[in-house]
């Protein structure tokens, strides 16, 4: 059922990061340009899609945080210019890692979390600028740093936390919703051979 559930999570979360949610960053900036000046004239962006995909990967199975993956990066790419299938690439790597890390660890997942998200989003931001400097584009590493990857990697690392409880409260809603299932037909079944 996550693997559906992928679809519209991850298509919405796509869409709010191509309207809404940079026009929002922008706005909060623009307010707390006057406490904090380094915001100033920042691009960093929330990565939404990334975040859903890190935080689901660490409690499932690996070949549903893969699905999530790969819709995950249809979904960027086509609000971006990338060619269709080029985030997903960066998605499944990251999925793949966090997945196989987090199987290891028993209790410290809240920190792995927070530790894996800047590292994730070096490595898309990395990835993604290699790709658009491939389609032609060119880009000052040192520019790149200070306007982009650090209010970025600041960003997901705000917004981490809130996606993970919705993440984990909708994955005990999909295994409460399948364990229940088979006790109530097992109990209406011993129920029915009473009568």
Do not use: K
């Not at 990061?17 to 691009?43: E, K, Q, Y």
């Not at 990334?50 to 499932?60: D, E």
């Not at 995950?72 to 890390?101: E, H, K, R």
């Amino acid at each position: 059922m996550g693997r559906y559930l992928s679809i519209p999570i991850l298509g919405l979360s796509a869409a709010l990061m191509a309207s809404m949610v940079p026009h929002v960053i922008d706005f909060l900036i623009a307010l707390l340009s006057n406490i904090t000046p380094v915001l100033n004239n920042t691009r960093g962006q929330l990565n939404l899609v990334m975040l859903f995909v890190i935080c689901w990967s660490i409690h499932a199975e690996l070949t549903e945080s893969l699905v999530w993956a790969f819709v995950g990066g249809l979904a960027l790419d086509l609000l971006s210019i990338l060619p269709i299938g080029a985030t997903s690439v960066a998605l499944i790597l990251i999925a793949f890692a966090v997945n196989g890390v987090a199987r290891q660890l028993f209790r410290v997942r809240l920190m792995f979390l927070i530790a894996v998200t800047p590292l994730a989003t070096l490595f898309l931001t990395t990835y993604t600028l290699f790709a658009l400097a491939i389609l032609g584009n060119t880009y000052e590493v040192l520019t790149v740093t200070r306007l982009v990857l650090i209010p970025t990697i600041l960003l997901n690392l705000l917004a981490v936390m809130p996606v993970y409880v919705v993440v984990r409260l909708l994955q005990h809603r999909l295994e409460g919703g399948l364990q229940i299932a088979p006790q109530s037909l097992i109990q209406g079944s011993a129920s029915r051979a009473e009568e």
